[in-house]
């Protein structure tokens, strides 16, 4: 196929275009810090897995937008500071008092903002000198566009004319992002029973890593009350690494961008186990109880303390367990409901390396001294992994 001759469109200039990912920018930044301040409040199993998904989404989105950033600044992917009327967009934003009213702006008004000044964006560029932009923003728009169709009010429009255009200040001080009050109980679907003690069922034996003492359910009924016990706790781990996120914006980017994929991985997980209840157990999420005491015994912890018992050392020791499961499994010839394990330990790699990425982070880079700190904290567990004194 030869290459065309079309003449040039004039498109943007370098600063325009500029100016434009730079409100992007903000947008994304806001929402994706939102969203996970959010995702735990939000009742519906089905929200929480389309937020954790658009959550992982945007903040790819992001980085590839400070890198297109950088590539048009050379060298400083700096996006300045939001002007007035993104300002007052971003300050509604963050000022949503329950997670409906916060959907109804990031999903019925900031994203279909985004998506109208993208494609003008898209219909003016140059798609020659300009053809990073092109690409780039091709991806975002089409992303954006799912998302509002998956989470969007019906009345979804946007209410700025060209969002992109908007003035940026690069001499003001970067946005602050507000953070929501400490969680209590992260909620879930209203017919979800949530107990103190959780669901009595749950044996010690199924957490334990002692090879001699692990117990792998293999009846119906225990592998009933196994799986559903399973979804919850995936959507604990979201929740955790969401609000890691949330309540820590002074973290590097990097960070941000790894607890979104691991949201989006526990999501996925919670996703999995809800279609193995009914297609291959006999039961529904909903049917058994489920309870908060282990979720508040890492959420109440500072954010070195959640990386270490959570990622470092509960996910740590369920590598093991998943891959004794699968083989356990595979032996009784329950093939389907053992793919899913080895599943789960592959994702789980990158999530134990989250917890000695960030962990090492925290104590200025020192993998080892942090490896230490982690052994220390490990003599307060109890056989299950579960901290035994807060
Ligand atoms: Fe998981
Ligand atoms: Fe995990």
Redesign the pocket.
């Known amino acids: 196929m030869t290459l065309t001759h079309e003449p040039l469109r004039r498109g943007y200039d370098v600063d325009e275009n500029a100016i434009r990912f730079s409100n992007y920018f903000h947008v994304l930044r806001e929402i994706v810090h939102l969203s996970n301040g959010w995702l735990p409040l939000a009742p519906g199993f089905e929200t929480k897995y389309r937020l954790g998904d658009h959550i992982h989404d945007d903040a790819r989105a992001i980085s590839k937008v400070k890198r297109r950033l950088y590539e048009l600044r050379h060298p400083s992917d700096y996006p300045g500071a939001p002007g007035a009327e993104l300002t007052a967009l971003l300050d509604r934003l963050a000022g949503a008092e329950s997670p409906q009213q916060y959907m109804e702006l990031a999903y019925g008004e900031a994203k279909p903002a985004l998506i109208e000044a993208l494609e003008v964006h898209l219909g003016a560029l140059d798609p020659v000198t300009d053809e990073p932009s092109l690409r780039l923003l091709t991806q975002v728009h089409e992303r954006q566009a799912h998302h509002v169709a998956e989470l969007g009010p019906d009345d979804a429009q946007s209410r700025h004319s060209d969002l992109g255009s908007l003035a940026i200040d690069l001499k003001a001080p970067p946005r602050r992002l507000a953070i929501l009050e400490p969680l209590g109980d992260p909620a879930r679907d209203e017919f979800v029973e949530v107990t103190p003690d959780g669901d009595p069922f749950l044996s010690a034996e199924l957490y334990v890593n002692d090879p001699d003492e692990n117990h792998v359910p293999v009846e119906r009924e225990e592998q009933r009350h196994f799986f559903h016990g399973l979804m919850d706790a995936?959507l604990c781990?979201a929740e955790l690494m969401a609000r890691n996120s949330h309540e820590h914006p002074e973290m590097p980017w990097d960070f941000h961008v790894d607890m979104a994929r691991q949201t989006w991985?526990?999501v996925r997980?919670a996703r999995v186990h809800g279609i193995l209840m009914p297609t291959e157990l006999g039961c529904r999420w909903g049917d058994y109880p489920v309870g908060f005491a282990y979720f508040r015994s890492i959420y109440e912890r500072d954010l070195l303390d959640r990386l270490a018992l959570f990622n470092s050392t509960s996910e740590q020791k369920a590598m093991w367990r998943h891959s004794h499961r699968r083989k356990v499994l595979v032996e009784r010839g329950q093939e389907t409901v053992a793919k899913v394990f080895d599943y789960?330990l592959a994702?789980?790699v990158p999530?134990v390396h989250n917890g000695v990425r960030w962990g090492a982070y925290l104590m200025e880079g020192d993998e080892k001294a942090y490896r230490a700190y982690v052994r220390d904290l490990r003599s307060g567990l109890d056989r299950t992994g579960a901290p035994t004194s807060a």
Do not use: N, P, S, W
Request: charged share 55%.
């Open positions: 995936e781990a991985d526990e997980h789960l994702d789980e999530h």
